[in-house]
């Protein structure tokens, strides 16, 4: 597609829950962000990967989130024992990086989850 | 650690209005920095891009400034109309290509 893709648009699961949010990047970026944003706040940093690899890792908020990035273009945020403050969008970016050269970053539209 | 701010939170202004929304950030070693429009449920959308060695960047009606040295970008919308509501977040790429956000400001054009 032209775009950045996340799937699913809304996703609602029980505290405790187990869930996969997935982002398919633009064609041919090299690098993929994930972001959270609360209600009336600004993204937070999660995790960036260049290529396969996870680049920086230091926004996570702890051990329960995990993504990974196999084949370096569609990327899985995981959320193992969601509690209810994880309720938030988590937002995906794509940018092409390459050689100390920093792109201009394409968001998708955003998985909205709530927690119960 | 980078920390980016943006004021004011809010503004209201009545249509025709040109207008000034104020980003600053606390380290000046920076790759870019991003101007986004947000509306309400939706995802980013990208407006300029102004890598660290320019100054400024226009499209259309907007315009936007940077000045490294003193940790500050400005973002000018000219003649504001009311399809120019939504929340601006501005977002600086930090040394180790992390793109860190303002909270945004939420502007509101009336008719």
């Known amino acids: 597609g032209a775009g950045v893709s996340q799937t699913p648009s809304n996703k609602v699961t029980e505290k405790g829950k187990y869930v996969e949010l997935r982002c398919d990047p633009i064609?041919?970026?090299?690098?993929l962000y994930w972001y959270r944003q609360s209600l009336g706040q600004g993204p937070e940093f999660l995790i960036y990967f260049q290529g396969t690899g996870a680049a920086d890792d230091s926004g996570l908020p702890n051990d329960r989130f995990f993504a990974v990035r196999p084949e370096g273009s569609v990327s899985t945020l995981k959320i193992q024992r969601t509690e209810r403050g994880d309720s938030a969008v988590y937002l995906c970016a794509s940018s092409f990086l390459s050689g100390g050269a920093a792109g201009e970053l394409f968001f998708g539209e955003g998985s909205r989850l709530t927690v119960l | 650690k980078q920390e980016v701010t943006q004021i004011p939170a809010a503004l209201s202004v009545p249509e025709g209005e040109n207008l000034v929304l104020n980003c600053s950030f606390t380290d000046s070693a920076i790759y870019n920095l991003q101007w986004f429009r947000q509306d309400p449920g939706k995802g980013l959308t990208s407006l300029l891009l102004i890598q660290s060695s320019q100054r400024e960047q226009t499209s259309g009606r907007l315009n936007a400034s940077l000045d490294k040295s003193s940790g500050r970008s400005t973002l000018y919308i000219a003649a504001s109309q009311p399809g120019d509501s939504a929340t601006y977040l501005c977002a600086v790429m930090d040394s180790s290509y992390k793109l860190i956000f303002g909270s945004g400001t939420r502007l509101l054009v009336r008719p």
């Open positions: 064609s041919g970026h090299t690098a």
